[in-house]
């Protein structure tokens, strides 16, 4: 083979290793792009068929970490509150709940302004639960307890539709490992033997 030929044979290939590659960058791009999107999907599909818990995590709230000084539970006044964005955020999770007409079950949330403004206004209405108060200030044997009787709860599977929990980011890393960002849900499944497994996590904006 002549040395042109050679030449022409080499530059051909070299263009289509190009290409290959080009191709194989796009591919794994899409894959990227498509695995969360549908994990995501899968993860709605399981909450449409209900028995399962979502722990969610109180939207955004006005800047700061835990609380005022001197803050007291009844008062909303002396709390850390949500921020006019956290209560958009609010809504729209309780808006796409109704729009992929996953069913809702028992709305459980801690007694904290926060949460109970974040649940009120996503799913109307939630009963508190104080095992859901934070854990920010709790001492060790305090933390436990509560976190022991939240976990009994986590693996009982829901009667009826979902049970909703809504509570703060120490509690949920506490019982989940997961740290949520503010409004992120993660979605639970009660396991047989009062055990439970992490699904994954949602968020709705």
Not at 2 to 19: C, D, I, M, T, V
Not at 22 to 36: D, E, N, R, Y
Not at 78 to 100: C, M, V
């Amino acid at each position: 083979m002549s040395r042109a030929s050679l030449g022409a044979s080499a530059s051909f290939n070299s263009k289509r290793s190009r290409a290959a590659a080009g191709w194989g960058a796009l591919l794994a791009t899409f894959l990227l792009a498509w695995m969360p999107a549908h994990a995501t999907e899968k993860l709605w599909d399981a909450l449409r068929g209900g028995g399962h818990v979502v722990l969610i995590r109180h939207t955004t709230t006005v800047p700061g970490i835990g609380d005022p000084t001197g803050f007291r539970l009844g008062d909303c006044a002396t709390q850390r509150n949500l921020s006019e964005q956290g209560r958009s955020e609010a809504r729209a999770i309780g808006e796409a709940f109704t729009r992929r007409e996953i069913p809702v079950g028992e709305v459980l949330t801690s007694e904290w302004c926060r949460c109970v403004d974040a649940a009120q206004l996503a799913f109307g209405a939630a009963q508190t639960w104080s095992a859901l108060n934070s854990n920010f200030n709790d001492q060790e044997r305090a933390k436990a307890e509560k976190n022991a009787e939240a976990r009994r709860r986590l693996s009982r599977r829901p009667e009826n539709g979902n049970l909703i929990l809504v509570t703060h980011n120490f509690n949920i890393r506490d019982l989940t490992g997961v740290s949520a960002a503010q409004g992120e849900m993660v979605v639970v499944l009660p396991e047989p033997g009062g055990t439970f497994r992490v699904l994954g996590t949602l968020s709705t904006f």
